[in-house]
């Protein structure tokens, strides 16, 4: 492949990443949220009820800064606490999946309804290489995050 390609695709890559940026901190504004809080409420939505520690392995924060996002999710109803049955000191946060798509998917649905017509219209062929990429992407994104973590 040509050095010409591989610039085009990085840089049409990185243009996606900003304008999906853009996109989120549009959506969280119209939902009340920060950018950031409302990607942070979708990792509860996809991974589910987790603690607090570990919410705050998964994006980073520190712990306190993980007690100010559930606290401003709590006040919405977007999630609740609960004590874990077998150890009550551990707080679990557990995401109200109800609330959370009733604040979010109408923000979503034109968004959904377009990017699901643009998927449609590749092959199956070119569908599955776009999923590759995505796939084979994803794993370096985590491989390079973990890194980064790690030292």
Do not use: W
Request: glycine share 6%; net charge positive; proline share 2%.
């Amino acid at each position: 492949m040509s050095p010409d390609i591989i610039t085009r695709i990085r840089k049409l890559n990185q243009a996606h990443s900003y304008t999906s940026i853009q996109m989120h901190e549009a959506i969280g504004r119209k939902a009340g949220l920060s950018g950031t809080d409302h990607k942070y409420l979708g990792f509860l939505m996809e991974k589910g009820q987790m603690t607090a520690g570990e919410l705050s392995i998964l994006t980073g924060l520190t712990t306190g800064a993980v007690t100010g996002l559930i606290d401003r999710f709590e006040k919405k109803k977007l999630v609740k606490r609960q004590f874990a049955e077998d150890d009550r000191r551990k707080v679990i946060i557990v995401p109200i999946t109800k609330n959370i798509m009733a604040l979010l998917e109408p923000l979503y649905r034109e968004f959904r309804v377009k990017s699901e017509q643009l998927i449609a219209s590749f092959s199956d062929e070119e569908a599955r290489i776009i999923e590759r990429y995505f796939v084979q992407a994803i794993d370096v994104m985590n491989e390079t995050t973990n890194k980064l973590n790690n030292k």
